[in-house]
């Protein structure tokens, strides 16, 4: 069965990427956070079994305080 890839593109509030990268670690499905330079700050890398895991991953990321926003991007 294939994997469901994305990657998620993060805009965090000014200082915070750091913070967001250690949290994003603590995630399964988050394969390798990275900080980026640029309009988004930070982006993820997600691999998960299906959508709704990917649903329930997203779901996380967009929690993490001093996340303004996200955009995910699932890789065909």
């Given amino acids: 069965m ?3 890839v994305a990657f998620v593109l993060i ?3 000014i200082g ?3 913070d967001i990268i250690s949290q994003l ?5 988050v394969i390798e956070p990275r900080t980026v330079y640029g309009e988004f700050d930070v982006i993820a ?3 998960t ?8 991953v997203v779901t996380k ?7 303004i926003r ?5 890789s065909s």
């Fill in 2 to 4: 294939a994997k469901v």
């Fill in 11 to 13: 805009v965090a509030d």
């Fill in 16 to 18: 915070k990427e750091h």
């Fill in 25 to 29: 670690k603590k995630i399964k499905g």
């Fill in 45 to 47: 890398r997600i691999e």
């Fill in 49 to 56: 079994d299906d959508m709704h895991s990917l649903d329930e």
């Fill in 61 to 67: 990321v967009r929690k993490i305080s001093s996340v």
């Fill in 70 to 74: 996200t955009v995910t991007l699932i």
